[in-house]
């Protein structure tokens, strides 16, 4: 039998070795002991792996070995699809990092001041995370210099295509030097994607890792159709399941604070975890959730990596995942070491192919439930009172208070019952022993039927192949930056999607005008995103997005981007938009001036910001 591969064969420096052991990693994963000495010999790879596989580590830590310290100029890149990514890379680099001197790494990305950029850069980075529309931004205004770029890595790069960056990147690739060495890591390989292997990548390495297919047997899996009462729903669940720590998952770091305040107002013990926090303020979240003192945490994937608390009996995803993989790593901080455990989805109506997805995936079956109705929460809450009430009779002043209460009694002239009833009473006003039921059937079936009613002829549609997206009610945006600034559709779907984390698919119709743009998004859209939005850049400009009620905005005018061509004598143009899992399709606009009816397209499902 050959020898087990350990981190310490693989001929790492001391300092990284050291950072790797501080960090608890115990032996390399498949594809780190593939793709390290690969990558410590200077070979171009390419790495066919999932999310959740330790690639980070497989790319971060061979190219961080070769890095030389004494020059102060960047030396390798990292182009990630969205900032999250950056930040999560960036990261991990710092950590592996930890105690290799004179080593500088800094993440650019869309959203950050440049002042706070330009100063990092001046002082010298060897290491670069970054998105590309920011880097382009860089490069255009000549602020940094990629002449000593020894190593470029594509890291989920069929995510950068299905985003609208593909161009972006081939653009940075060509402006890189020819003898570097080149990686790149993709889940899926596209025609496209193929074409910059080719192009790019000499003589590389595959690297292919078959992604797990099963889930773990002691965990118990169901999804909840979620509606519009996501945040009621939740409060549901936890009293009515029996847990002793749980996880909860959702999308971006503001929502662990808004979602953690909220169970806090509810009386649960709760916590955020999110990359924003300092590593000290993390662990001290984690030992207070392993020692008891913390019932709940609400985190993202990115702050839970590695987190592993034996505890944890309940896994819920508040938000689902875009890739299954995700989910199977979600799910598996809990069912450890033979325990049971238990994970609930909430999957929105729009969600279900993302639920489809990862049954397929995981060779599951993951059973619907309803939402707990108030008997069963008024049950658990009184079983939870009389949990206290058999605590309180050990109380040393138990005989103090006997008599207080038979005072009471006989004072207020009230049996042993009422004055029993009253004091429960006064006991549960934070949690009322009496709920009231959710109303969220009358919605539910009002919404089954309006797919009811439009039904057959949609599902015939969707098989002649000509589905159409449930993109739902739409408000119309002004960004101040238009074809005189050189901005493209694309520019403004992949800016959009990578700063407010909306799948391309719910972006609607994009206008060009000559000094603006408008651009359509599910209504409702909240007040810190748009807020975001004034600072975000597009093409060297700020985007100041504002909700537009001006009618040339609304109606007629300004170019539309994309694709154009004939049908039925009037002029139809559309533009891409990806979907999640689905493959690339393109979505159609007609003229508004054709035929109204054709705006019923804008009035279908239920795709909302929540």
């Keep these: 039998m050959s020898e087990p591969v350990t981190f310490e064969s693989l001929d790492l420096s001391p300092a990284i070795l050291k950072a790797v052991e501080e960090l608890g990693y115990q032996s390399p994963s498949e594809i780190q002991a593939q793709c390290i000495p690969l990558l410590l010999e200077r070979k171009d790879v390419l790495g066919l792996a999932q999310t ?65 950029q330009l100063s990092a850069l001046r002082r010298g980075a060897q290491i670069i995370v970054a998105t590309p529309g920011r880097l382009i931004d860089h490069i255009n205004r000549k602020t940094i210099d990629l002449s000593d770029l020894k ?85 549901r669940f936890l009293e009515a399941e029996d847990y002793d720590a749980s996880i909860v998952f959702v999308r971006t770091r503001n929502d662990t604070v808004q979602l953690a305040e909220l169970l806090e107002r509810e009386g649960f013990s709760a916590a955020p975890l999110n990359g924003d926090m300092n590593q000290q303020a993390r662990e001290r979240t984690v ?32 938000d689902i995942p875009q890739d299954s993989e995700a ?51 008024e049950q658990k809450r009184i079983e939870a009172l009389q949990s206290k009430l058999s605590l309180a009779l050990d109380h040393k002043d138990i005989e103090f208070f006997s008599e207080v209460a038979q005072g009471m009694a006989e004072k207020l002239e009230l049996s042993q019952t009422e004055l029993s009833a009253a004091l429960l009473c006064l006991a549960q006003q934070q949690s009322p022993l009496k709920v009231q039921e959710i109303q969220v059937q009358r919605e539910r079936r009002e919404r089954d039927g309006n797919r009811e009613r439009r039904g057959e002829r949609g599902e015939r549609g969707e098989r002649k192949g000509n589905a159409r997206r449930n993109t739902g009610p739409m408000d119309t945006y002004r960004i101040e930056v238009g074809r005189e600034h050189g901005v493209q559709v694309k520019n403004i779907v992949g800016a959009i999607a990578n700063e407010a984390d909306i799948s391309s698919k719910f972006i609607g119709e ?21 807020s975001h939005f004034q600072s975000v850049y597009i093409c060297q400009r700020p985007m100041k997005m504002t909700k537009s009620t001006h009618p040339a905005d609304q109606g007629n005018g300004g170019e539309r981007r994309g694709g154009e061509r004939r049908s039925g004598g009037r002029d139809e143009r559309r533009f891409e938009g990806r979907g999640e899992g689905r493959g690339d399709r393109k979505r159609s606009f007609k003229d508004p001036r054709g035929d109204k009816r054709d705006n019923k397209r804008k009035e279908r499902g239920e795709i909302s910001f929540s």
């Design 52 to 116: 959740g596989t330790g690639k980070t580590a497989a790319f971060a830590l061979p190219l961080l070995n070769n890095v030389d310290a004494s020059v102060k100029q960047p030396q390798i890149l990292v182009l990630t699809p969205t900032r999250e990514l950056a930040l999560q890379v960036a990261e991990a680099f710092n950590q592996y990092a930890k105690y290799t001197k004179g080593v500088e790494v800094l993440a650019l990305y869309g959203g950050q001041s440049y002042g706070v």
């Design 327 to 377: 989910y199977v790593h979600r799910i598996g901080r809990t069912g450890r070491a033979g325990r049971k455990g238990k994970a609930i989805l909430f999957v929105k109506g729009n969600e279900r192919y993302l639920l489809r997805n990862i049954m397929r995936h995981t060779r599951s079956d993951i059973e619907q439930v309803e939402l707990p109705n108030a008997k069963v929460v």
């Design 287 to 318: 030992e207070r959730l392993k020692s008891g003192l913390l019932d709940i945490v609400i985190a993202t994937d990115v702050a839970a990596r590695g987190l592993d608390v034996d505890r944890l009996s309940l896994v819920i995803n508040y």
């Design 510 to 530: 994009i206008r060009l005008f000559d000094e603006h743009s408008t651009v359509q998004l599910p209504q409702d859209m909240p007040a810190d995103t748009l």
């Design 151 to 235: 190593a470029l890595v594509l890291d989920e790069a069929d995510e950068m295509l299905r985003m609208g960056f593909i161009d972006d990147v081939e653009n940075i690739m060509e402006k890189t030097p020819v003898e570097k060495q080149t990686c790149l890591f993709s889940a899926t390989m596209p025609k496209q994607i193929q074409s910059i292997c080719s192009k790019y990548l000499d003589n590389a390495e595959q690297v292919k890792i078959t992604p797990r297919n099963s889930t773990v047997d002691t965990i118990e899996q169901v999804y909840w159709r979620a509606t519009t009462h996501k945040n009621k729903a939740i409060v």
